[in-house]
Structure formats: C-alpha cells, structure tokens
C-alpha cells in the first residue's frame, strides 16, 4: 500500500483524478465542504457532522458497464482479461413511487425553545474553552490513520432497537472527520433500512451482486462504479433491492468484506439481528462491535443476557463491544442509570443515545437538524469505536 499509513489519501485522491487533498487538523470547524454541498449549513465548534443525506444537486450516479467486471473509467490503466457475463440488475427506487408522497417535512431534533436556551447558557457559561478542548480530542481520535480498513458491525437483539440509524449516524461521522474512503455496508438484506436512513435514491447493485465480481486486480475507481455514492469519500452497498425473502449467504458476505477491506478506511456494518449467521460472522470478523438495544426494561434484559453469553468467548469480543441503548421516547419508564450500570458490569462500554424528534420521525438523516445532544453522543460513540477498532489489528 502507498505511503504507510497514509494510503487512505492517496487512493482517495487517485479517485479524484490527481487533485490535492486538504489538510485536516483537529479542528473540526475548518473542514472543506464538498462543492456539491455548497449550500449546506457548516459544521459548528460542537463538531456537527455535515448531512449525510445526499444534495439535491449531486449529479446523477453513471450506469455501470454492460461488462460488470471491467468498469469503464478503468479500461485506460488496468487491462482486464476475458471472464463470463455477469447478469447486470436492474436500477430500483430506494422507496416505491407509490409512496414517495407520504413522508413529512423533517423535523429538528429539539424544540425551538431548548435551542435558544442552550444558545444563551453557551454566551454566558465559562465552558466554551472546555467543549473546544473536547472537540478537538476527539476529533484527533477520529482522524487517526490506519494501515488496514477497519471493519465496525453495527447489529441488535430485536427489530425496532435504532441499529440502522446508529450505522447512519456513525459512518456519517466517519465520513465528516476522515479523508479517507468509507464504506456503508448494509448486510440485511430482507427489510434493511439503512438505504433510505442515507438518502440513496436509487439501488442497483447489492452485497451478494458484488461478492460474485469483484477481482483483486481492481481499482478503488472500478469497485466504487458499483456502489451508490453518498457524498466525496462515503457509499453505499445495499443488501438488497427492497425485495421480501432477499438473502445474503455467509459466503456471499465474507468474499464481499475480505475483497473491500483493501479499498476502504472505514466499513460500517449494517447487520441482521442477532442470533442471525451473518451477523454473528460480522460480528466476529470485525474490529469493534456496536449492539443497539431500545432503552426499556425488554431491551436490557435480552441485552444482558447476550452479554454474559460473549463472556464466555475470547475477552477481545466484550471488549470491543459498545452497546447504545436508544430512547425512542421523551421519557423512558425505565432507570437508566441503573441499566447502564449493570450492563457495565459485563465489562461492555454503553452510551445512550438520547431521544431526537429528527431521529424518531424516520426518513433520511439529515445531521444539521439533530439535536446537540444527539450529535455530541453520535461523535463521543464514533471515537470510542474507532479508537477500539484500533487496538485489534
């Protein structure tokens, strides 16, 4: 790989044709927005990510070739020899046209009174040295370089429990703070919701598509003609089509993630629920673990008992899990403090991601209208995952 660690630069500027990347310091506020996101509003001291959902000006995603294995923008420079035809599938709306009309207009993750609020507390409170000091910490975990693409699966007990939604939240995170390539993966593929949770408009090719014609002699520019693209340096690769019944084999899926791991800094995993085979194969082949449960007394018990049952596996796996316990509520009926202390004591780290009015309402993501609170758990539980993906090479 080029350069050591800083390969994740070149290859990504090697996507853009040759031209000089930026410069990223810790400071988060100083950040290139790309051209197509002009209009976008710009991340403030707090370290709000840029949305993840994609303009309405991006310029729409060329077709793949007729040839799937051979993309076109690499026929210059990378000979490929002769291989069977592939069948290429057909290009499908994210939602069906029929209901297209129904979702409403976005809300902002807190009230208009809470954020004056915390706009005035934030004029006259002696903290702001202490939050820029925070973010900048943070911000220098989230750009640490790597040498291999770290892997990060994001699964839960029970459908409902907000795993899509924090696979979202991270790699968007990811995407904001790195300058290196990141991947969304979505290995769900019967009722997954990650495609529509980022904003991807149309779908093509999925997890098992992919599995079946990737070649090691490809390029980043060649794998990418296949994936939906999210912003500069963020895809997509959905699991499927929207299609009911839709299956993602464990051999499908570990050609698919071995073959990506070369191209991409960051892979965030969108999984099936446990105790799904997939997902228990993401989950060990990973580098950190994110277990989403929803913040209620059923949601803790079954996340509990997953827990002690990971003790008694290798000590890396409980470890490097994170569990978020997501509110879906205003107010919970449940202590959570004395949850989060007893799922401590399995030795899992937990953070509770707090309930957002953006969030519960659905639809795409769109970072600008999270609540500060939500965007200050979003980025703390990015670093944390990065950091533990880090220590298990």
């Keep these: 790989m080029p350069n050591g660690d800083n390969w994740q630069g070149d290859v990504l500027r090697d996507l853009k044709g040759g031209a000089p990347l930026p410069s990223r310091g ?11 996101q002009a209009g976008a509003s710009a991340p403030g001291t707090d370290g709000t990510p840029l949305s993840g959902a994609p303009p309405q000006d991006t310029p729409p995603q060329a077709a793949p070739p007729a040839h799937p294995a051979r993309p076109a923008a ?33 809300r902002h993750g807190e009230s208009f009174a809470a954020r004056a609020l915390r706009t005035v507390r934030r004029n006259v409170s002696s903290s702001t040295a202490r939050e820029v000091a925070e973010v900048t910490r943070v ?45 969304f993966v979505e ?56 299609q009911i019944g839709a299956m993602l ?24 629920t446990l105790p799904a ?40 796996m409980i470890t490097g899990t994170v569990v978020v316990l997501t509110q879906q509520t205003p107010h919970p009926g449940i202590n959570l403090a004395e949850a989060v202390r007893a799922l401590q004591t399995t030795r899992a780290s937990v953070h509770v991601l707090p309930y957002d009015r953006h969030l519960a309402a659905g639809g795409p993501l769109r970072t600008e209208l999270l609540a500060h609170s939500t965007r200050k758990t979003a980025t703390r539980l990015a670093a944390e995952v990065f950091s533990l993906s880090q220590k298990r090479r």
């Excluded at 490929?80 to 009309?101: C, F, H, M």
């Excluded at 060649?222 to 939906?228: I, K, N, P």
């Excluded at 084999?249 to 099936?272: I, K, N, P, Q």
Aim: net charge neutral.
């Design 26 to 36: 810790p400071g988060a506020a100083g950040l290139r927005q790309p051209e197509s």
């Design 249 to 272: 084999s464990t051999g499908s899926y570990e050609r698919a993630m071995v073959a990506l791991r070369r191209y991409f800094g960051v892979t965030v995993v969108d999984c099936e």
């Design 277 to 316: 085979e997939v997902a228990r194969v993401a989950l060990s082949a990973s580098q950190a673990r994110v277990l989403t449960a929803p913040a209620t007394l059923e949601g803790i018990t079954s996340t509990y008992a997953v827990l002690q049952w990971m003790q008694g596996l290798p000590p890396h």
């Design 139 to 183: 911000a220098e975990l989230l750009q640490q370089p790597v040498t291999t693409g770290r892997q990060i699966a994001v699964t839960s007990i029970r459908g409902g429990a907000g795993k899509s939604t924090v696979a979202a939240l991270l790699g968007t995170t990811y995407a904001h703070y790195r300058q290196d390539p990141v991947l």
């Design 187 to 242: 290995a769900d593929p019967a009722l997954g919701s990650l495609s529509i949770r980022l904003g991807a408009e149309t779908l093509r090719w999925t997890t098992g598509d992919l599995a079946d014609i990737i070649e090691p002699q490809m390029s980043l520019l060649d794998v990418t003609g296949y994936l939906v693209q999210l912003r500069d340096n963020a895809w997509l690769l959905p699991g499927s089509q929207g």
């Design 74 to 106: 690499s026929q210059a420079h990378v000979p490929q020899p002769p291989g069977p035809t592939v069948r290429t599938p057909e290009s499908r709306p994210a939602i069906d046209r029929n209901l297209a009309k129904i979702a409403g207009k976005p």
